[in-house]
């Protein structure tokens, strides 16, 4: 993946995600049923849904990082042994941190 398709996905993934927090949010305020009965089944969407809010923000958090690295000349280097981390571990998780053997 060239430098500019890296940071096209990146900045897609940024917007995406952006996009599906706040939508849950957005439900979130929206309020819930009076009704009894759908209120157990709201409440168990809300868990599996704050699960998924939970999931984006911390895939967010790690999109965000991975653009400010490649701002910064960074991008590419392992956070703790600051190894080059193989290409193809790059274009399969873009974001992460670590090479595979520190991620063991």
């Not at 958090?61 to 981390?85: F, K, P, T």
């Amino acid at each position: 993946m060239t430098a500019d398709q890296l940071n096209s996905f990146l900045k897609t993934k940024q917007n995406e995600l952006s996009q599906r927090i706040a939508a849950i949010e957005a439900d979130f305020r929206k309020g819930r049923s009076a009704n009894f009965a759908e209120q157990n089944t709201e409440r168990e969407n809300d868990d599996v849904l704050d699960e998924i809010h939970q999931e984006a923000k911390q895939e967010l958090v790690m999109v965000n990082q991975a653009i400010l690295r490649i701002e910064q000349g960074a991008y590419g280097l392992c956070q703790h042994c600051e190894e080059q981390i193989n290409p193809e571990r790059l274009n399969a998780l873009p974001y992460t941190t670590t090479c595979i053997k520190c991620a063991k």
